[in-house]
């Protein structure tokens, strides 16, 4: 996801790269070929080519693009977009704001000293140390949505898990450890708990801050891995505390579509919720029970298993019913134009991919749409 954002080709999961290169030696890496990346020996050439974005075909289905990196979203705003569909919180907490922010909160109480140093030479002119979080994640997050508005940008809350929060600036003495932390304290569960709750709420002052203050009006709301209808009904409680209602000021609240249970209780989360984004990774890792984390597992992951694309089916048949609008942000789209095809033929309402897909995306959807007339 880092490599993306920064433009740079990169390979996960390379298997024996570590005995087959040696320093000093030239290689081209390519990913250029679909999901899986090539390296090939030597510096080979490669062609570029300019492209008119007026030949862009009009579409009924939304293309978006997915963007985390405050830096990198005016690189992308010549791109007839309709917005954004994945905003990850997590990059800016992650790379510019890089504390815990139980950790600025409870500053006062923190223990570890060398945490606090950091914090400290972090945070120079910030008087309240949570205003650092507030301020820096408001900052970026209106960057972003100041490179498409009027479009929606949708802005997914954070999702670390806990080894992941717990690699933040002063977050290992807030964080449990979890055997498994992909299936663990993440997500919606995280917000309303009295573990991160004093957390959830600076992110929400800075969702505020950046529709109501500096005026981002088009940023939308997503809560992530919302295991049940009860749950959501606490999140959205949390959030009215903090004064962020469906439709005040025009705000909207998607939920991420990624469990079992988003599916078969889509009609309960619909009533709550504006709209569903499939998170294709996670449902791929429910539905077929593999930790998408394991490098020995990988070639069981599949996004196109017929498993998922049943599943994607029935939450998109129940959302129509519902009237509810549905997105897809994973990557299958992007490396698979059957896939593209198969979103469009069951009614998907917007597609996200990553920007420098999103032309060639583009195109297939229109001739999807072309065959399904």
């Not at 298993?305 to 048949?317: F, G, R």
């Amino acid at each position: 996801i880092v490599s993306r954002e920064l433009g740079l080709t990169a390979l996960v999961g390379t298997g024996n790269a570590m005995q087959k290169l040696r320093d000093g030696q030239v290689v081209t890496v390519s990913c250029a070929e679909g999901d899986e990346g090539q390296v090939y020996e030597g510096e080979l050439g490669f062609e570029e080519r300019d492209l008119d974005l007026g030949d862009i075909p009009e579409t009924r289905t939304r293309v978006m693009i997915n963007l985390a990196n405050p830096s990198s979203a005016y690189r992308w705003w010549r791109l007839p977009t309709d917005g954004v569909g994945l905003a990850r919180m997590e990059f800016i907490i992650g790379n510019m704001i890089r504390i815990h922010p139980v950790a600025l909160v409870r500053y006062n109480t923190l223990e570890d000293k060398q945490a606090r140093h950091q914090i400290d030479e972090l945070t120079v002119g910030y008087d309240d140390k949570s205003e650092y979080f507030v301020d820096k994640l408001a900052r970026g997050m209106a960057r972003i949505a100041a490179a498409h508005y009027p479009e929606p940008v949708i802005v997914r809350m954070s999702d670390f898990k806990t080894n992941e929060y717990a690699r933040l600036i002063g977050g290992a003495a807030f964080e449990p450890k979890e055997e498994n932390p992909m299936l663990g304290w993440r997500g919606a569960s995280r917000y309303y708990d009295e573990g991160y709750c004093e957390g959830f709420a600076l992110e929400c002052r800075a969702v505020r801050r950046a529709r109501e203050e500096i005026g981002m009006e088009n940023i939308v709301m997503m809560i992530p891995f919302c295991r049940s209808p009860e749950e959501a009904d606490k999140v959205l409680a949390v959030l009215a505390g903090e004064g962020l209602v469906r439709g005040l000021h025009g705000l909207a609240i998607y939920v991420m579509a990624e469990l079992p249970a988003n599916v078969f209780l889509a009609e309960a989360f619909a009533e709550r919720f504006d709209g569903f984004s499939i998170g294709s990774n996670d449902l791929t890792q429910l539905v077929l029970g593999i930790d998408r984390d394991s490098d020995r597992l990988k070639t069981l992951f599949d996004e196109q298993s017929e498993a998922v694309k049943i599943a994607i089916a029935a939450l998109l048949e129940k959302a129509q019913r519902s009237g509810t609008p549905v997105g897809f942000c994973g990557q299958a789209p992007s490396d698979h134009p059957a896939f593209a095809s198969f979103l469009v033929a069951h009614g998907i309402s917007s597609i996200s991919v990553t920007p420098d897909s999103f032309l060639a995306v583009k195109q297939q959807i229109a001739e999807a749409e072309k065959q399904a007339r």
